[in-house]
């Protein structure tokens, strides 16, 4: 079974991808493309999984680059293959033939790219990391790779929609303590829970940061269970465990 490759057009001339479940090795709640070390699922079955990913991308299975994250807002630049995973939630860099990589099951995959400058990026945004800074120290560490804001291009992959997003008033507090204005981003659920919008917050993020183009693929992990894994249903649903989508991006040599 082929693998099931989101591709962005505004990244177009960049090697790049966000992968669907389609097409993996693994069985039972992980059926499919989990590429996540970090799951229950057998650490074979997910190497599995990841070389087909290197093999789309046509890199060496060593040039697959990911970093263990904590939903921090700390940016690795990345200059050789990894042979450990250091703790961070964002990768840059400006070596051909490196593949950088973000692992997800609601939280937002952010690709960057500038095309001009030969620099490229991988975030992983979830709520937290986004209203901290990964995003904007991501367009940082590029910055001094040689990128420019109003020359990149960042997507947002398959994320967690506002409609199936639903937080509590505590979740609301901490972003209204931040910016008041972060109340653009909530519409009201059932009594006193709030539904939040993570990828219109991403966009607004990136925008306000000056880069040239920035979008998302409008594609809800929750709401499409044979194609994207899903931290949320798999809590709904009292699953052990849940799969991780990967997407990546990569510099052609």
């Not at 046509?58 to 200059?79: E, K």
């Not at 099951?105 to 945004?125: E, S």
């Not at 052990?240 to 991006?249: E, N, Q, V």
């Amino acid at each position: 079974m082929s693998l099931d490759i989101i591709k962005d057009d505004r990244l177009a001339g960049i090697p790049h991808g966000f992968f669907g479940r389609t097409g993996g090795a693994s069985s039972g709640i992980f059926q499919g493309l989990n590429c996540g070390f970090g799951s229950s699922d057998q650490h074979d079955t997910v190497a599995i999984n990841r070389a087909r990913v290197s093999a789309a991308l046509n890199i060496p299975a060593d040039h697959l680059c990911g970093v263990h994250q904590i939903h921090s807002a700390d940016v690795l630049t990345v200059t050789t293959p990894l042979s450990e995973k250091p703790k961070a939630d964002a990768l840059v860099t400006n070596v051909p033939g490196l593949a950088l990589s973000v692992l997800s099951a609601d939280c937002q995959p952010v690709l960057f790219a500038d095309h001009r400058a030969g620099v490229i990026g991988a975030a992983h945004a979830g709520w937290k990391g986004a209203l901290y800074g990964v995003l904007e120290n991501t367009l940082i560490a590029m910055e001094a790779l040689g990128a420019t804001r109003e020359n990149t291009t960042a997507v947002i992959g398959p994320c967690i929609s506002q409609k199936a997003y639903e937080v509590g008033p505590e979740f609301l507090e901490t972003f209204m303590d931040e910016d008041p204005a972060y109340a653009q981003f909530f519409a009201q659920g059932l009594l006193d829970r709030v539904q939040f919008d993570l990828p219109g917050f991403g966009v607004d993020c990136l925008r306000r940061a000056g880069v040239g183009q920035a979008g998302w693929t409008r594609h809800c992990t929750y709401s499409d269970p044979d194609r994207f894994f899903s931290y949320r249903r798999s809590v709904h649903n009292r699953d052990p465990d849940y799969g991780r989508l990967i997407a990546a991006i990569t510099l052609p040599n």
